[in-house]
């Protein structure tokens, strides 16, 4: 069974720039899609991007352009570059394989 741990989060302005981690350990990494998911307060947890075992990427309509998705198989990593953030994407990003979850990483964009 996989443990996902993600890292990366924190407080950052308008406009700016983070870049989440989630380290995956137990599985054979390489052969799953991962994605990455988003749940705002008083929200349903939404899904952001996924890249697959090829690195085909997608990415929702409201992150498209602004966040790139990144695996390193190696490493058993994937990344989740934030650029030009917003007020809206504040939330705790969550890693997934499959059925397996992280625990999360908190986001937030204020000034």
């Known amino acids: 069974q996989v443990q996902l741990v993600e890292s990366g989060g924190g407080l950052v302005q308008p406009g700016g720039s983070l870049r989440l981690s989630c380290a995956a350990s137990?599985?054979?990494?390489?052969?799953?899609?991962m994605r990455w998911y988003r749940q705002a307060p008083g929200k349903q947890r939404e899904w952001v991007a996924e890249?697959?075992?090829?690195?085909?990427?997608n990415y929702a309509d409201s992150v498209k352009g602004r966040f790139t998705i990144s695996r390193d198989n190696a490493k058993n990593m994937v990344y989740l570059q934030m650029n030009s953030l917003k007020a809206e994407d504040t939330a705790v990003y969550y890693c997934?394989?499959?059925?397996?979850w992280g625990q999360g990483t908190q986001v937030t964009v204020s000034s």
């Open positions: 137990g599985s054979i990494f390489s052969v799953y899609t």
């Open positions: 890249i697959t075992s090829g690195g085909s990427t």
């Open positions: 997934n394989q499959k059925t397996q």
